[in-house]
């Protein structure tokens, strides 16, 4: 799994990095079968007394492709938001997938076995 952490408009600090990877690994603990992981961080300004900070990630699955955003007024709480989302999208995922794989039928009915 490759994992990007950027920022838009904000300095990287390493204990952002950690707290994202930390945060992270919860995701992983359910779903494991992750290609990449993109997160953007950053500020955005829509005037200037009102500074929102904005969290997004995509997820590239196989065959699909997670993508959440989120803000709040405190960075931290846009990530733990941020992956609020992304694990009820990730297990909503997981379900389809497993509802979709359905179990195979080892013997048509009313067919005799041979011994």
């Not at 994992?3 to 300095?11: P, Y």
């Not at 945060?23 to 990449?36: G, M």
């Not at 009102?50 to 709480?77: C, M, P, T, W």
């Amino acid at each position: 799994m490759n994992l990007m952490i950027s920022g838009h408009h904000l300095e990287l600090t390493p204990a952002i990095r950690e707290y994202v990877k930390a945060k992270l690994d919860r995701v992983l603990r359910h779903f494991d079968h992750v290609i990449d992981i993109a997160v953007i961080l950053g500020v955005e300004k829509p005037a200037e007394k009102d500074k929102r900070q904005r969290a997004e990630v995509n997820v590239r699955l196989r065959g699909n492709v997670i993508h959440v955003e989120s803000f709040a007024q405190d960075l931290y709480a846009a990530i733990d938001s941020l992956i609020d989302k992304l694990d009820r999208q990730v297990l909503r995922y997981k379900t389809k997938l497993q509802d979709y794989q359905h179990d195979a039928i080892k013997r048509m009915p009313g067919e005799a076995s041979v011994a």
